[in-house]
């Protein structure tokens, strides 16, 4: 692999992915009526924690949960301070759940690092045989806070059943060049195009890790021109591709967010080349390779991205052609379902 493809690929992922404030999930306590030590049906702040991570707060939060074993269970707001700065983290909820007779009470509290101060106290109670449903409304209590907080609108933090459907044209230029050995000595690639459509179906919200994750499959139709290295014989190489690539698309926040995928491609390769004390030759094949991708996109508005990308291309002829292809693009969005 030549010095600018792996220039490119160096820029390609470090490419600026904006930082989000980060809300640690301490342990909670459990007492009972007498203030001892209880336990309750299952851990309160992991259950905190996995219901926080199912929404997606537009990139301006990550959640991660601490375990009691590595600093035991927080209790006052200096317990709290400390917890923040061993964790290099901006926010932290802690608190407590009370077990009475016939009741849970629970409260639980934000703590500010940067403010060194609480922000938000949570209330929630419930009858002793509806712990479930304590937790789910202490989550939506906390849900309600973060939202006036981030000044996000609730139906925003609320996980949509799917993501609308859109359909995009994407556009690039790119460089090219074969990276085997054999084929690497010979040719030099000089560059391409490609465009297409890209089809976000209708599909399922994921979220994971507070990232936004969805699916598309992209129809491509690319070009190429290469020609002969110093010290071969001359020769002319144009490749016309069609690939069908599924991608994963993981938005950090609106803006940014990164894609990989594969998928197959079906290539028409032209070459003429002229042998030494020979006439020019016309050759020609058709073959299909196996393509992978990895990008980084950002967007401008709900019409334009641009993007940056790095496709692999893997002949399944069985001559060991392998090439690599840096692009550099923007898609346009032509339609998009109201969600």
Not at 171 to 200: C, M, Q, R, T
Not at 226 to 231: A, L, R, V
Request: a negative charge; one cysteine or more.
């Amino acid at each position: 692999m030549n010095k600018r493809t792996v220039c490119f690929t160096a820029l390609l992922f470090s490419m600026f992915i904006a930082s989000a404030s980060e809300i640690k999930i301490a342990p909670l306590a459990v007492y009972d009526g007498n203030g001892n030590k209880t336990s309750a049906p299952y851990n309160p702040s992991k259950a905190i924690h996995d219901e926080l991570e199912k929404h997606w707060f537009s990139g301006l939060i990550n959640f991660s949960h601490i375990a009691e074993s590595k600093y035991g269970i927080p209790v006052t707001i200096i317990d709290a301070h400390k917890i923040c700065v061993s964790e290099n983290s901006d926010y932290l909820i802690y608190g407590y759940l009370k077990k009475n007779e016939s009741s849970w009470l629970c409260e639980v509290k934000l703590y500010d690092a940067n403010g060194k101060k609480i922000i938000k106290e949570f209330f929630a109670g419930d009858s002793i045989d509806h712990y479930d449903r304590l937790i789910n409304i202490l989550c939506q209590n906390i849900l309600f806070g973060i939202e006036e907080i981030t000044g996000l609108n609730k139906d925003e933090l609320r996980q949509k059943k799917t993501r609308p459907m859109e359909l995009r044209i994407p556009v690039s230029l790119f460089y090219w060049s074969p990276v085997d050995s054999d084929w690497g000595d010979k040719i030099l690639g000089i560059g391409g195009v490609n465009a297409g459509l890209e089809l976000y179906p209708p599909q399922p919200v994921i979220v994971s890790n507070g990232k936004l994750m969805d699916f598309s499959a992209r129809f491509n139709l690319s070009w190429n021109i290469g020609i002969n290295k110093k010290n071969t014989y001359p020769l002319v190489i144009n490749t016309m591709a069609i690939s069908l690539p599924v991608l994963l698309h993981v938005h950090f926040n609106e803006r940014h967010s990164l894609y990989g995928g594969f998928g197959l491609a079906y290539n028409i390769e032209l070459m003429s080349i002229k042998p030494k004390y020979e006439n020019e030759k016309f050759l020609y094949q058709n073959v299909f390779s196996f393509e992978t991708i990895a990008g980084y996109e950002f967007e401008i508005n709900d019409k334009a991205h641009l993007f940056a990308e790095m496709a692999f291309d893997f002949h399944l002829l069985g001559d060991g052609f392998v090439s690599v292809k840096p692009c550099l693009g923007a898609s346009f969005n032509i339609f998009k379902e109201r969600g």
